[in-house]
Each structure stands twice: as C-alpha cells, then as structure tokens.
C-alpha cells in the first residue's frame, strides 16, 4: 500500500508496510501514482505501456530514470512492499498481557466547571468522592502485583482535580518508591491539573517527583475563559498562565506538556497553539473536542476542511520558527521515524482495558479514563483484581486488523486503529471507527511526515 | 537514485526482529487523553540499547 501527496513543496511516498519514507520529484510522483493504479507486477512487464499517459509531460528519459529508481526502491523492500504482518493479529488477541499503567482517578471533584469536560465537571456520571490514601495503596499494589516482568510502571494522577486530593497523591509518590525498592520497578508518575491549587510548594514537588507535568489551558486567553470557568463564571486564565510558565522554567522546558482543547468555537485553533509558544510554552498539545452532536462546540464534518488547513498552516510555521532558532514541539506532529514503537506495539494500539486500566475513586476498575462511570464496563476492583474476563479479552482482541474500517487506511499504523472509547462513544462498536477523528488523524500525520521530509 | 531521496528505510519490517517487549510508554499517559497516537512515541528498548535499528 502506498500513500503519496504534495505539502508545503514536498512530494512524499510512503510506504505503508515498510514504513519507508521518500521525497520524490514531480516525475517519479507521476510514476509511482500510474504503477500504485495497475500494480507493480503489471507495471514492471511493460512500464512504458503503463506509463504513457505521461508522454505528454515528461520526456521518455525521465520515465525511463524515474522508473529505475522506482525499481530499485522495490528490490529493496522499500515500495509496493506487501504486508508481513497480517498473520501475526490473531497472536495479539491471544497473548497474556500484563498491566504496565494505572490511571488513578485520586479526585471525582473539580474546582472548574469547564463546558466540555467528559469527567462531567469530575463526576463523571455519579457523586463527587476523593480516593482514600488506602485505595491508592491497593492500586499501586494490585499494578505491581499483575505486572509480571516489566521494570517501568506508568502512574497518572488524574481526575477531577487530583491537586483536590494532593495529601493522598504525596502518599502515593511515597508508597511507589518503597515498592520500587521491594519489587524492583520503576515507577513513573504523571499528573495532570488546570493549576488553580499550585503554588510553589507543590512545583517543587511535581518537579521533583513527576516524570511529566500536563497543565491544561486552551491557548488564547478568551478561548480558554470560554470553555474553561470557575464555578462563579468567571475565567480561569490569568488564575493560572504565570503559575504554568513558572513550572515549565523550572522543568527546564522539558517533561511537561501545556495541554489544550479545541472546539467549533475556535476553529482557528493554530492561532491558540502559536499563542502558548509565544507565551514561552515549549512543549504543547492541543486536541480536538470529543463531543457529541448535540452540542454545540462539538466538531462537525463541515469543519474538517478548516481545520485540515489549520494543521497545515501551523506545520508551515513550526519549521518557519524552527529555521530561526525559535522552535517548539507540538505533541501531534511527533513522529520518530527511525526510532519509533515497533510493529507489535502498532497493531495492538494503546493497551485500554488490558495494559491500561483507569481506577475509580472508589478502587473499582475500568478500561480507561473515558470509560469510567459506565457500569457495564466496570471490570472489577483493585482488591479483587480483574472479574470480568470477558472484557479483558474484548479490548485484548482490538487491533489494527479487527477494524474493518482501517483495512484500507495508510495511517493505521500511526494511530494504531485510533481511540477505543472514541469508537465506542461513535460507533457503539470498538471494532468501529470515530470517522471524524481519522480525517484528522490523517492529516496530522501527513503534516508530521512532511515536516521530517522537509527537514531531512 | 537521481529523483528519490529516502528519508527512512524499512525500518518497520526491521522492528519484527526487536519488537514485543512491552516496556514502552502507555499511549494516553503522556499528552493525548482524547485520541490515540502511538506512531510519535519513541521505542524504549532503542532507548536503553542507543539504537539497534539499521535505517
């Protein structure tokens, strides 16, 4: 399968199953786009018969050079490559997974009562409750006990406002180090706040025990008063932008990530990413609005094309900003290419309700952050462990080749089959796809790949 | 080649050799809690070795 299209004056082929990636010129662009329509075996028998309707633009020498590399890119395993791994998908549903990260709802709580929070202004679907220290303690022991081999734990202090419980995460931190020392892991702890409660005591802490920091602010500070107020109305902004500045300094502008939202109400959101770089933010991630039709900020297919112009737009200014000295990472245009997650980890995506576990205020167990509340997918408790097998082995059995719909997607090994609880929430199926997610899926990726071929 | 510049070789196939140990980062923990991107993380097992995948 290839993938091919023009950004920013790059012509990029990808390989999809080799991962290989190439710039091109226009001819060899022409060449690959005419063999990717008949087949490289029907191609290589007659090229110029398959290739004459570019006789018109481009000489016979051309083609000839450009279907000499073309040649050699396919001996070489870099193009028209078949796909080796389809066999390997039915091992992954079938495979003992062991559980590496925890989610720990440590407050159902908020002290914001931001429009489209999926946690229902931290409730999420029930009462507000903060998790008790020993709660905490079950479920760094029930993660270590069901860890099997793997050294790294992942730990997310989340919510709610997790800075709502901060004596119980402190606990927590506490009790991960000494079962680091009985059980030798490693724990690493990441907590994700909207900063109303820090101040320097807690920076110091987080710095000093957090591997990484999310700070939730939408970028311009009317787009984040918007959808992001106190429970008296009024903005949250100026409450927190110099108290996130502070913590990225003291980060050394690494570890953390200014995180934000986008929705129909600020469809120009390049222009909020640009603004918390301006702001001096080095480390930022902004993501489109999971939300459903009725609302009225939610994300529509009419928007897609804004958007998609939007993601190009900021690509063109992250390498203009780059080029002067002045560059900063956007989370969705990552791409390690050389380096990267191996295949096993691609087809088999995230890891929700089988590596990834969310914990409930109470201990109660589910797939992930978005599922919590929703009792048909309660999975059981950190005293208990896993009860319900049935749905461990439901979400084991979600890869890349489960889904129908990415079958034919060049991106699926990028997104890895996408959002389980996006396509529950849109699909009613975590076999489906949430179709509006994929469009733009795709178009950052293409952004990210044209940025690496732009660089290199 | 005179039209092609390869800026990564197959380094996917590559990673059915090495892949499968599992001590990579959970996709959600980092910055995405929304939607899933697992292409931009980087290999943990690379990491510790300095990088054993031939481009």
Known sequence: MIHQFKQNGVNVVLDVYSGAVHTV?????????????????????????????????????DIQEAMDDVTEL?????????????????AIGNKETVVKALCLHVAHDCNLKCRYCFAEEGEYHGKRALMSAEVGRQALEFLVANSGKRRNLEVDFFGGEPLMNWDVVRELVAYGRELEQSHHKKFRFTLTTNGILLNDEIMDYLNANMDNVVLSIDGRQEVHDRMRPTPNGKGSYDLILDKFKRMAELRGQTRYYVRGTFTRENLDFAKDVLHLADEGFQQISIEPVVAGDKETYALREEDLPKLEEQYELLAREMLAREARG???TFFHFMMDLSQGPCIVKRLSGCGSGCEYLAVHPSGDLYPCHQFVGQ???RMGSVLEGVTRRDLLDRFKGVNVYSKPG?????????CSGGCAANAWQFAHDLHG??????H??????ECALMMQCYRA | MKRVKTV???????????????????SCQSACKTSCTVGNQTCESIKLTGGTVRK
């Open chain 1, 375 to 377: 009792e048909e997918f």
């Open chain 1, 406 to 414: 990415c079958q034919d997607c060049w991106a699926k090994f990028y």
């Open chain 1, 440 to 445: 733009l899926e795709r178009k950052r990726l």
């Open chain 1, 74 to 90: 396919v001996e070489e395993g870099m193009l028209f490559s078949s796909d080796p791994y389809v066999d390997m998908a039915p």
């Open chain 1, 25 to 61: 010129d226009d001819v060899v662009y022409d060449v690959v786009s005419e063999i990717d329509r008949v087949g490289w075996e029907v191609a290589k028998k007659d090229s110029f018969a398959c290739l004459s309707s570019l006789d018109n633009t481009y000489s016979r020498q």
């Open chain 2, 8 to 26: 990564n070789g197959s380094t996917l196939k590559q990673s059915l050799k090495r892949g499968g140990c599992g001590e990579c980062q959970t």
């Open chain 1, 433 to 438: 796809n949430y179709e509006l997610s994929c």
């Open chain 1, 326 to 328: 002045d560059g900063f």
